[in-house]
């Protein structure tokens, strides 16, 4: 399968993002922020970073960008999409996934391998994994606190949405855990931790993020 | 480009030709930091006072910062060094932006290690973030790719208040800019020592890979071409930061000197990477310089005088950010996040689209000449006619005297020998209790889970391994190591030992980690440059440094001095922190410094000598500073290097650590910590000499117990003493006789000091 990565102004991991994609058996497509273009491919990866220097907020910035018209309209029927860390605020920012990521509990930017359990497995990102898995991959941010009101939380919670949790201590004050969720069809998911810095022992904490990039050439999902 | 400027001030404007017909004019250069006699070479120089904005660039460049007036004179020695490397010629060496060396596979890297120490303890956070941001470019400039950085750091007791302002800071400055620029940090040093109570050294190293034909250098040539001027915007920050700052010591009688610290904003430097990669690449560009100090001063007359000797430029054209900023200012402004390029008028365009796309504004703000002259106008009047290279090199070399300080045989002579040790093993398990959690052997992850080691995905090893490695191609699996060290307590002992004990030690660690070292960068931070005390430690050790690059076959890239660091009249430790960078040819074979399973044998690799003078249990245990330090032999290094980067690259050995601060204790301590995996050792002699002695020349390696054979054949064959310790396993670290102490309540111990001292 083809899978695009967006590069944002100020993106850094959409290099690490390509290799993890072409790790897991697809096609890397580079996409850039400003075509209305994407390049008829079949997934696409928004990937870690500090998009537009994070100013603003998070993501506030680069939701704007014109490839995002075309990320949220085939977003919207179902195409899988995947935001990684800064992806993950571009997410909240597009209002494709609810809820926010604020500043980490202890005021520090934190660069840790972080344990998480898989919890959503019927996703096209995690299809790979079993429920409840348990794995090791890179938990990198600034801003990584997950925040929601409680209606939605309690919602996230219901509709079994949350894809991914940490373990052990809470890294950045995320509530509930929260590391990772869905939307309801399950196509667009939001990840904190960065599951490209895991796919080669040589160059991370192994290779528990691999699943994130074989999910999708294991499975299909119209 | 540019945004309207303001009516030019004319009334007030100091032309040439104005300074021609007032000759006599009161002009301020004491104030600028210029000593009276550079004030009339200046005069000589143009044969009339220079204007307003001349004396700015004169006192900006001539400043000791940029000019290296006290140091030159030593510094020069480097040149004998023969610049090569077992791979080939360097490509680029001193005096360039940053040294360049071939590390094969038509591969190169370039890298340089640069101090901001006075401007991070006035602002900690931006003068930490605009440090990394300066080697960055510095790295950039050169053609190469920045991947990685590491920052050697030092500060005041860990429970000085001031510390705990200072630290925070400076490590999420480090952060801040280093993280938001996608560069792997893999390593440095945190290091804790009352002589920088008032004067923290933050050290930034920067690594950039390119291919060879990618190499650009900082020159203006061909006459016509366009002299381009892109990224932000100049703006007031950082006026006269260089020479003020940098040229002398805090006064806490002065004036406030905020202001003058320069701010970051690393998501322009990002663009500015991407940007000119990307320019390199289109092969729009003729020559390049980062500006960093002294800012257009600096860019316009190193790039002129490289060139073909003659530059013009209309100020008036450098795009601002404060429009009411004055020609002198625009010309000293220290506004980060630019770089000025030489393009041939049929790039412009192209040069210009590729700004555009990344969002970077750029400006055309002259042109190359063959004049031999630097003319710089402001709205069609000429304000600066200078020859460029008495700007960019011609600065005063000063013959500071120096001589050995009166106090330092009484220092040589209270040997730390003497002090009382201890004798039980009980007292010996209390003492390695103490050292493993006092601040400078400690665990550092408090500061370096705050940087980004994993991102481009080719992080081999990162703190706290002997060494950083990247991985260069991901096909061949070539890569670089690098290491930062330095002990200034040894240093101080001994300024010519203390040094080649930091290249030693840098050194070794590439070794360790399986990398065979290839060449040297320094930064140089020293005290006060007319003290001829201090002046004698720094000539000391450019000798040692010198001397161990020509016995070791090590050339010198590149790097930086830094003076004036003290609190009134107490210096700081000198501190020469080396960074030697080593190429491996296959990173899957690297050795890593933990140990990897039970049941593994423990050698060790040197010689033990009495030698606790200037060492970590001196200084924790008895706050003592006093003796010899431990004795250097090059060769012995040399013969241990070869065999490490043997044992890797033949597999012989499962892990390696070197032995350095806290000796074999910390050591065994360290190895154990990383997987949680114990071990047990017999100790031959004194066992307090064996476990805290800082001999340099030593490693402990692991092997499985079917490779022995071929280690101790290695060793034999590079003649280096072996001595079997013991072997791992358990989880305890047991000394024969002496003491047994698990290992979670020491890693517990180690991990708490930092998060205890300075929160979660």
Redesign the interface.
């Known amino acids: 399968m083809k899978i695009g990565v967006v590069t944002f102004?100020?993106s850094?991991?959409d290099?690490?993002a390509r290799?993890a994609v072409t790790f897991g058996g697809n096609e890397a497509v580079a996409l850039w922020h400003?075509d209305h273009d994407l390049q008829g491919v079949d997934a696409v990866v928004l990937p870690g970073?500090?998009s537009?220097?994070?100013?603003l907020r998070c993501g506030a910035i680069s939701r704007f960008a014109p490839v995002m018209t075309e990320v949220i309209e085939a977003a919207a029927k179902g195409m899988p999409v995947l935001g990684i860390c800064n992806g993950f605020q571009i997410l909240c920012e597009s209002h494709l996934l609810p809820g926010a990521l604020i500043r980490n509990d202890?005021r520090?930017?934190?660069?840790?391998d972080q344990r998480l359990r898989i919890e959503r497995v019927d996703t096209p990102w995690t299809s790979a994994y079993t429920a409840g898995q348990e794995v090791t991959i890179?938990l990198?941010n600034?801003e990584g606190g997950y925040v929601a009101d409680e209606a939605t939380l309690d919602m996230l919670e219901g509709e079994g949405r949350v894809v991914a949790r940490y373990l052990d201590d809470n890294p950045n004050g995320s509530l509930r855990d929260i590391a990772g969720i869905s939307n309801e069809r399950g196509n667009v998911v939001g990840l904190m931790p960065?599951p490209?810095?895991a796919?080669?022992a040589?160059?991370?904490p192994g290779t528990d993020g691999l699943g994130f990039f074989t999910s999708l050439a294991a499975a299909t999902f119209a | 480009m540019s945004e309207t400027q303001q009516a030019p001030r004319t009334s007030t404007l100091d032309t040439v030709a104005v300074a021609s017909g007032d000759p006599e004019r009161d002009q301020p250069w004491a104030d600028l930091g210029l000593k009276a006699d550079e004030y009339a070479t200046i005069r000589t120089i143009l044969g009339r006072r220079p204007t307003s904005s001349e004396l700015a660039m004169y006192s900006v460049m001539w400043s000791e910062h940029c000019s290296y007036k006290s140091s030159k004179v030593h510094l020069k020695q480097f040149g004998e060094v023969p610049q090569e490397t077992p791979i080939g010629k360097m490509l680029a060496g001193i005096g360039e932006n940053a040294g360049v060396i071939d590390i094969g596979q038509g591969y190169a890297v370039s890298f340089k290690v640069e101090s901001h120490n006075h401007p991070s303890y006035v602002e900690p956070y931006q003068g930490a973030a605009t440090g990394v941001g300066g080697i960055v470019r510095d790295i950039l400039a050169m053609g190469a790719r920045p991947v990685a950085v590491m920052d050697p750091l030092r500060f005041g007791p860990l429970d000085a208040p001031d510390t705990h302002r200072v630290l925070p800071g400076i490590v999420?400055g480090v952060?801040?800019y280093g993280?938001?620029?996608?560069l792997a940090n893999i390593g440095g040093e945190v290091v804790f020592d009352e002589t920088y109570a008032g004067n923290p050294l933050v050290n930034a190293l920067g690594l950039g890979v390119l291919r060879h034909e990618d190499l650009h250098l900082a020159k203006a040539a061909g006459e016509g071409n366009l002299v381009i001027l892109y990224g932000a915007r100049t703006g007031g920050d950082g006026i006269g930061g260089v020479s003020i700052l940098a040229s002398e010591t805090f006064e806490s009688t002065g004036p406030a000197k905020r202001p003058s610290v320069q701010v970051g904003?690393?998501?322009?430097e990002?663009?500015l990477i991407e940007c000119t990669l990307e320019l390199f690449a289109a092969g729009v560009v003729n020559g390049i310089q980062d500006l960093g100090g002294a800012g257009l001063s600096c860019a316009t007359s190193e790039l002129a005088s490289a060139g073909d000797g003659g530059m013009h430029c209309n100020l008036d054209q450098v795009p601002l950010r404060d429009s009411t900023l004055a020609p002198e200012e625009i010309l000293m402004s220290e506004s980060q996040e630019r770089m000025m390029a030489v393009v041939e008028p049929d790039h412009v365009e192209e040069f210009l689209a590729i700004c555009a796309?990344?969002?970077v504004e750029a400006a055309v703000i002259g042109e190359v000449t063959t004049t031999g002259r630097l003319e710089i106008d402001w709205h069609g009047e000429r304000i600066v006619d200078v020859p460029p290279a008495s700007v960019a090199h011609d600065g005063p070399t000063y013959h500071r005297p120096y001589a050995r300080p009166a106090w330092q045989d009484a220092l040589q002579a209270d040997t730390a020998e003497a002090l009382p040790r201890p004798t039980t093993g009980e007292e010996l398990a209390a003492t390695l209790r103490t050292l493993v959690a006092s601040p400078n052997l400690c665990d550092k992850s408090w500061v370096t889970?705050?940087?980004?080691?994993?991102?481009?995905?080719?992080?081999?090893l990162s703190q706290p391994e002997d060494g950083g490695m990247i991985?260069i191609d991901d096909e061949t699996n070539l890569g670089v190591a690098l290491s930062t060290d330095c002990n200034g307590r040894f240093a101080k002992l001994d300024p010519y030992v203390g040094a080649q004990l930091a290249f030693v030690e840098s050194y070794r660690n590439v070794s360790t980690v399986g990398a065979t070292p290839m060449a040297m960068s320094d930064c140089l931070n020293f005290g006060s440059p007319e003290d001829p005390d201090v002046m004698w430690q720094f000539a000391e050790a450019c000798r040692g440094l010198k001397d161990a690059c020509l016995e070791l076959g090590i050339p010198v890239t590149g790097g930086n001095v830094s003076l004036y660091n003290q609190t009134g009249e107490t210096a700081i430790l000198p501190t020469p922190v080396v960074a030697i960078l080593g190429v491996i040819q296959d990173?899957?074979r690297r050795t890593p410094s933990g140990f990897q399973a039970g049941g593994e044998r423990v050698f060790l690799l040197g010689e033990t000598r009495e030698e606790l003078s200037g060492s970590e249990w001196a200084h924790v245990i008895h706050q003592h500073l006093g003796g010899l330090p431990p004795r250097i032999d090059l060769a012995a290094e040399r013969a241990l290097s070869t065999l490490l980067v043997e044992a890797s690259s033949d597999s012989v050995v499962t892990s390696a650590h070197d032995l350095s601060d806290g000796g074999l204790a910390h050591a065994l301590a360290e190895s154990s910590f990383r997987n949680g995996i114990g071990v047990s050792v017999a100790l031959e002699g004194d066992p307090f000499v064996a476990l805290f002695s800082e001999s340099a020349a030593r490693a402990i390696v692991t092997v499985t117990t079917d490779n022995a054979d071929r280690l101790v054949a290695l060793a034999e064959k590079h003649g280096v003493a072996i001595t079997p310790l013991g072997q791992t396993g358990g989880d305890t670290i047991s000394v024969e006789g002496q003491f047994e102490v698990p290992v979670a309540e020491l890693r517990a111990a180690w991990s708490a000091t930092l998060p205890d001292a300075l929160?979660?």
């Open positions: 102004p100020g850094l991991d290099v690490d290799r400003g970073g500090f537009y220097g994070d100013y202890h520090k930017f934190n660069c840790v890179v990198k600034g960065h490209e810095h796919v080669e040589l160059c991370g | 999420a952060g801040g993280n938001c620029l996608g904003d690393p998501f322009m990002k663009l796309k990344w969002e889970d705050q940087y980004d080691r994993y991102v481009r995905g080719n992080t081999v991985r990173v899957t929160g979660r």
